[in-house]
């Protein structure tokens, strides 16, 4: 039963922090070390409410997700198309094939997760103060230029604790896009980095999945799910009137806290 109960508290924290700037994996490296909840099946866990996670984007986001796919619009060079994801993927892919083993074997603890904290919100309140008039206030009029450019700081949330969408919507803003758009941009790019993300670390760890793992992975799937798409809708209307600074607030008083904990 702890099992479930884990299940159950990871697949909230995940399903509240994967889109905002907050870093969801930092508060579930963080949270698991807490709970105890560690090891293979923890390991695959991670995996299956970052799915459930993914769903939630293209539920809220399932218009654009069938303008995207229609070949027609494939190669647009404004807005979410094949071809602007595509090119803001890139930078993390080549970056993540690259340091992929060195980032889950030497960044994913406590200690560099709290680095990435601070670091991160450091660095969404240095965008808020200098960025840039909004030239761009609607996800569909970003270029191809301006999506290379949030997928080179999309890289920096490789480090875990620093949050994609706080790094992609905090350099969005020193390019003079707004926030909503830039949120919707990023909760779109992150789809498919996700998903393949997600599968290039389920075959590792698929081996080890046993039959009585299901019920566990079903739980955290489905809470992710439903709470990730409560988060994205509140998120969205909390940008229309507010800034990051109050996330990064907050990512000082969770790297305090933590450091507290793991001294």
């Known amino acids: 039963m702890y099992e479930y109960f884990c299940a159950v508290v990871v697949g909230i924290v995940e399903g509240l922090t994967e889109y905002?700037?907050?870093?969801?994996?930092?508060?579930?490296?963080i949270v698991g070390h807490m709970l105890g909840f560690e090891g293979t099946l923890a390991d695959l866990f991670d995996v299956f409410i970052q799915l459930g996670a993914i769903l939630s984007v293209l539920v809220v986001y399932r218009e654009k997700f069938k303008f995207i796919l229609n070949t027609h619009h494939w190669f647009r060079r404004r807005g979410p198309s094949v071809l602007n994801v595509a090119i803001s993927m890139f930078p993390a892919c080549l970056m993540g094939l690259i340091f992929h083993d060195f980032i889950k074997h030497k960044l994913f603890s406590p200690y560099t997760v709290i680095i990435g904290l601070v670091l991160g919100g450091v660095f969404m309140i240095f965008a808020e103060k200098k960025r840039k008039k909004f030239t761009v206030t609607d996800?569909?009029?970003?270029?191809?230029?301006?999506?290379?450019?949030?997928?080179?700081?999309?890289?920096?949330?490789?480090?875990?604790g620093f949050s994609r969408s706080?790094?992609?919507?905090?350099?969005?803003l020193l390019l003079g896009i707004s926030r909503k758009a830039a949120a919707d941009f990023t909760f779109i790019m992150a789809v498919?980095?996700?998903?393949?993300?997600?599968?290039f670390d389920l075959i590792k760890v698929i081996p080890y999945l046993q039959t009585s793992d299901f019920g566990i992975l079903a739980v955290g799937f489905f809470t992710a799910f439903i709470v990730a798409y409560a988060s994205i809708l509140w998120f969205l209307k909390f940008l229309n009137n507010?800034?990051?600074?109050?996330?990064?607030?907050?990512r000082f008083f969770v790297a305090i806290v933590a450091f507290i904990y793991f001294w």
């Open 139 to 160: 996800v569909d009029r970003i270029t191809s230029r301006q999506a290379l450019k949030i997928g080179f700081f999309q890289c920096l949330s490789l480090w875990p």
């Open 242 to 250: 507010s800034t990051l600074t109050g996330f990064a607030v907050y």
């Open 20 to 29: 905002i700037p907050v870093s969801s994996t930092g508060h579930m490296i």
């Open 166 to 172: 706080g790094s992609t919507i905090a350099g969005s």
């Open 192 to 199: 498919p980095l996700m998903f393949l993300a997600c599968t």
